[in-house]
Each structure stands twice: as structure tokens, then as C-alpha cells.
């Protein structure tokens, strides 16, 4: 249910954005249906159908960004767990056995820990 959530939230905008535009465009041939002989009813059709269509297109594309930054986030922390994984290793241990190997003195040990 919870698998896959960035690929669900993508199509779920896609699925909303249509029924908005769907809506946008039922509601704006009800009003040239109802309009008969007046304009405003007319002029709202035009105004529903356009708005509408943009609206729902536009808010879309949060809801599609927010789904592709959790698919991104996950493949982030996928990545890093199979490199924790493979033996791969902080800088601070690195510099840690530098130092016990003599590659590095405890002043350069200190200054490159620190990031000088």
C-alpha cells in the first residue's frame, strides 16, 4: 500500500489534473447550454473553461514535484545503504587510520578532522 508512494503521488496528480480539466470543461458547457440569449453566462463558460484548465495543469505540478522529490529521496537513501553496505567509510575513520598508519601527524590529524 506504502510501497512505492513518490510513483503513486506522481499519478495521482495526473489523475487530478485531468478531472479538474474534465470538470472545467462540463461546467463551462452547462453555462453555453444555459446561457440562451445571455452574454455573462457566456462570458463565465469562457472563463471557467480557461481558468479551469490552467489551474488544475498548474496545481499539478506540485503535487508531481513533491512525488518526484520522494522518488528522488528514496533512491538517495537506497544508494547510501548499499555503499554502507560495500565497506565504504566515513572521512573521519579515514583520517583516523591515516594517522595510525603515520600518513598523518596529530596536528594534520586535528586540522583535516576540523575541515582547514
Known sequence: ????????IKKLAVVLCILGMVA??????????NSGRRQDL???????????CLVSWIGSFFTYGF?????CTVSIDNRLAQGA??????????LRQMREEGLLTE?????RLNGR
Open 1 to 8: 500500500m506504502f510501497s512505492n508512494i513518490g510513483g503513486k
Open 24 to 33: 472545467s470543461v462540463v461546467c463551462a458547457v452547462f453555462c453555453f447550454v
Open 42 to 52: 457566456t462570458l463565465t463558460g469562457v472563463l471557467i473553461l480557461v481558468a479551469g
Open 67 to 71: 512525488g518526484e522529490l520522494i522518488e
Open 85 to 94: 553496505g560495500k565497506g565504504v567509510r566515513s572521512r573521519a575513520d579515514t
Open 107 to 111: 596536528e594534520e590529524y586535528r586540522e
